[in-house]
């Protein structure tokens, strides 16, 4: 299957500071990219999806001025967690369509962040 | 009601039983069907990947759905303490993908 990559794995920062986290696709072209977060203990929630050369499509309820997304190339999309805070800390995984053509996507292996 | 429905458990069985994991959902219109495998801390894993009804099998796992009753089903033979994760459900109709609450399972030596 498809690998995607996911950095940093683990991040703590301060409240009210930013927080990139990077989602790479390493043997193929990801044209979208997905972006999920997922609480202890639950399923995960979508909240935008990430297309290269154009905006993000939030999911309802998301702040798209709180999670910036950028995917400026075929194979790197950034969530970039504005002004953090302690609510804000959570696991974060992305996820990229298989590049074969199937209705699946591959995940990246998450990032877990924390705020203090 | 929720359009993919999965019991979170927790399912705790011995080792070498054989164990179900089950989804229900709403649309019909669902054509792919998947399950992920997720271990703690860790991204999802895909493990099987169905198109429309029916069955597949790889190794230990097998896949089954039934399209006219809305049900899925993911079968572990002789399960071992590795295959201990939470088993996500996953369903897809033009790329716009659904996925069940997940099943944390608990494979006991």
């Known amino acids: 299957g498809a690998v995607v990559s996911q950095h940093p794995s683990r991040v703590i920062c301060k409240s009210g500071t930013s927080v990139k986290i990077e989602c790479r696709s390493l043997?193929?072209?990801?044209?979208?990219m997905f972006w999920y977060r997922q609480f202890p203990k639950k399923s995960l929630m979508l909240m935008a999806t990430?297309?290269?050369?154009?905006?993000?499509?939030?999911e309802q309820g998301v702040e798209k001025d709180k999670f910036l997304i950028n995917h400026a190339s075929l194979t790197l999309s950034t969530l970039t967690v504005t002004s953090a805070h302690p609510e804000d800390s959570s696991f974060y995984i992305c996820s990229a369509r298989d590049p074969g053509g199937q209705e699946t996507q591959y995940f990246g292996p998450g990032t877990r962040l924390l705020v203090l | 009601q929720k359009e993919v429905e999965q019991d979170p458990g927790p399912l705790s069985v011995p080792e070498g039983a054989i164990v179900s994991l089950n989804c229900t959902y709403s649309n019909s219109a669902f054509q792919y069907f998947m399950w992920y495998r997720q271990y703690s801390r860790k991204g999802p894993e895909l493990l099987m990947y169905t198109y429309s009804s029916g069955n597949k099998e790889d190794g230990r796992f097998t896949a089954q759905v039934d399209k006219s009753s809305k049900y899925i089903s993911l079968f572990i033979r002789d399960s071992q303490p590795s295959d201990s994760a939470t088993y996500l459900c996953a369903m897809s109709e033009q790329n716009d993908m659904r996925f069940g609450a997940g099943t944390r399972l608990t494979v006991k030596p």
């Open positions: 990430s297309n290269e050369g154009s905006k993000a499509t939030y």
């Open positions: 043997d193929f072209q990801a044209t979208t």
